[in-house]
């Protein structure tokens, strides 16, 4: 069974600098596809970036980007130019290629801070 | 906009007293799920339909039912809350199908339940 791990509960990062936010994952299968999703306190969780395993090239939208590392089954997500709005819970998510496959497996979360 | 509904964002109910969620949405997507989130914690899977095939997961209480009766609806039916039910409940809906494989889920805002 795949297995997705966030090894940082909470972070933290002072306006207009850039954090990353760490996401390893665990499958056999060789296709499959990450997500990240962002959830505001009390908001709506919402997709922020999406890569397909077959595609060597990080996937990028706007302020945000990701550093996908098949081979070390890494998915971390970078922020750059941090702003207020982005404070939220950040979920990854992996999800099989598998046909008949529909299932999302989501980390527990980090926590995102950012500082005034 | 197209959009995944939750009504309502708010539920009291009474320890033991039956309690129903419901859910809609615009997308047309053909797979609805149901997870419940308990705070800061990862959603947790309780069920998905694909179409009307119904997929409940191994750790889903048996008090956990719901219903789809169209491609539009969802019901989420907590036949005897208990303490530990008390969490967000979290309706999500996605596309399925060749090439699809890609594509986010899409979720409502939640409903809060309380128990008292």
């Known amino acids: 069974a795949q297995t997705v791990t966030q090894s940082q509960p909470e972070m933290s990062v002072q306006e207009a600098e850039t954090v990353t936010l760490s996401c390893t994952y665990d499958t056999s299968e060789s296709d499959y596809y990450l997500f990240w999703y962002k959830q505001p306190p009390s908001r709506q969780m919402i997709l922020v970036i999406r890569q397909e395993a077959y595609k060597q090239q990080n996937a990028t939208e706007n302020r945000f980007s990701v550093n996908f590392q098949k081979a070390a089954k890494s998915f971390s997500l970078k922020i750059s130019d941090s702003q207020l709005g982005d404070a939220a819970m950040y979920f990854c998510a992996y999800r099989s290629a598998a046909p008949g496959t529909y299932k999302y497996i989501f980390g527990t979360g980090t926590r995102l801070k950012v500082l005034a | 906009d197209a959009m995944v509904i939750q009504n309502p964002r708010y539920q009291v109910t009474q320890f033991g007293k039956p309690v129903t969620l419901s859910c809609s949405q615009t997308?047309?997507?053909?797979?609805m799920y149901w997870y419940q989130q308990k705070s800061s914690q990862a959603p947790k899977l309780l069920f998905h339909?694909?179409?009307?095939?119904?997929?409940n997961e191994a750790d889903t209480p048996d008090n956990f039912q719901s219903r789809r009766p169209n491609t539009s609806f969802c019901f989420l039916d907590i036949r005897s809350p208990g303490l530990g039910d008390a969490a967000m409940y979290l309706c999500?809906?996605?596309?399925?199908?060749?090439?699809?494989?890609?594509?986010?889920?899409?979720f409502g805002d939640g409903t809060r339940l309380s128990i008292l």
């Open positions: 339909y694909y179409d009307k095939d119904f997929n």
């Open positions: 999500a809906t996605s596309r399925a199908g060749t090439g699809s494989g890609n594509q986010p889920q899409h």
């Open positions: 997308l047309n997507h053909n797979v």
